[in-house]
């Protein structure tokens, strides 16, 4: 059996545009200057508090719980706006039903989303019998703390040398890396494809057709040229 596990913002669902709106809505609310675009981005895939952390260097952890806390107001209310919604990448409905259907996958998400988010998006896209685990902040730490990925494998029962994470940033890369499996690095996402190399990918795709390809192979795939 072969675990694959993907990433959720920047992988398989374009999330920028409500997860930059949230945050300028949140910061607004707690009375401080709204983080740009470029830098609400380089953060998606931590979980809030870690985020937050990135976004209001130097806040006590009080002032951090309370901005999570806004900012889950915030994605609650843009959640329920037609003009904020989070589609699918072109390509990714396809690859998840098609692998959910092969009998030597097992299918995962590892995510700084919360379960009931993931929850939500999976009713949205018909995908609740997909996934046979699905790992969040709710339940591991932080992105690139390998927890996620340990409980996956655990789960499942699959060892770390038929596992691969599919993910968009470096965070995914590293938690790979420090969970000791394999890394496919997607370059539609949020991080530049440079960074995913650098930061331990073992393979660069950039579109679903490129990632079904390495999975056919995995993981007997050879490596790309470093």
């Not at 006590?60 to 994605?75: P, S």
């Not at 029962?157 to 470096?170: E, N, Q």
Request: aromatic share 8%; net charge negative; charged share 25%.
């Amino acid at each position: 059996m072969r675990l694959i596990v993907f990433d959720c913002d920047g992988t398989l669902v374009d999330s920028q545009h409500i997860i930059v709106k949230a945050m300028e809505m949140t910061f607004a609310a707690m009375g401080f200057d709204p983080p740009d675009g470029a830098a609400v981005r380089s953060i998606i895939g931590l979980s809030l508090p870690e985020a937050m952390r990135s976004l209001r260097p130097g806040a006590t952890e009080r002032e951090i719980a309370l901005t999570v806390d806004a900012y889950r107001r915030a994605f609650f209310e843009l959640r329920g706006r037609p003009d904020f919604t989070q589609p699918l990448f072109e390509g990714a409905q396809d690859a998840v039903r098609s692998l959910a259907a092969q009998d030597d996958v097992i299918l995962g998400i590892a995510t700084g989303k919360s379960q009931r988010g993931v929850r939500t998006l999976c009713r949205t896209y018909g995908f609740e019998a997909c996934f046979a685990t699905i790992q969040t902040a709710d339940d591991a730490p932080s992105k690139p703390h390998p927890a996620m990925i340990d409980l996956a494998m655990k789960e499942t029962g699959v060892s770390a040398s038929h596992t691969l994470m599919i993910g968009d940033t470096v965070f995914d890369m590293e938690m790979a890396r420090n969970a000791k499996v394999k890394a496919l690095g997607v370059t539609w996402g949020y991080h530049p494809a440079d960074d995913l190399r650098k930061a331990g990918a073992h393979w660069l795709c950039s579109d679903f057709g490129e990632v079904l390809d390495v999975i056919l192979d995995f993981p007997a795939r050879r490596e790309m040229a470093q």
